[in-house]
């Protein structure tokens, strides 16, 4: 079992950047592929970003290549979204997950086993 709390939203300007934080409970995060997903009011979640077990491999959505990057901190228990140049259609609630195999760094939604209770992103204009 692992439960997941994101930090680190909140309001920004265009342009702005926020650091979003994942932290894991349990001695297992290590073998966990982790992902972030994000849900705008009216849309389905989305994939943002996944990262493998050492961090060595990354898969990000178009909308977000070259402004955000995951890392994670396998010692912290902790996984990062770092995003800048953040738009308007950025606003959304962004949720961490972590997937049932180390290696799969998928976009699908399915694949991640357990989720967080998200954290609240918003862009203004």
């Known amino acids: 079992q692992v439960q997941l709390v994101e930090s680190g939203g909140g309001l920004v300007q265009v342009g702005g950047s926020l650091r979003l934080s994942c932290a894991a409970s349990?001695?297992?995060?290590?073998?966990?592929?982790m992902g972030w997903f994000r849900q705008a009011p009216g849309k389905e979640r989305e994939f943002v970003a996944a990262?493998?077990?050492?961090?060595?491999?990354?898969n990000y959505a178009d909308s977000v290549k070259g402004r955000f990057t995951i890392s994670r901190d396998n010692a912290k228990n902790t996984v990062y979204l770092q995003m800048n140049s953040l738009k308007p259609e950025d606003t959304a609630v962004y949720y961490c997950?972590?997937?049932?195999?180390?290696?799969?760094?998928?976009?699908?939604?399915?694949?991640?086993?357990?989720w967080g209770q998200g954290t609240q992103v918003s862009v203004s204009s």
């Open positions: 997950a972590a997937g049932a195999h180390s290696d799969n760094i998928s976009a699908f939604p399915d694949v991640y086993r357990y």
């Open positions: 990262i493998n077990w050492s961090g060595h491999s990354t």
């Open positions: 349990g001695r297992t995060f290590s073998t966990y592929a």
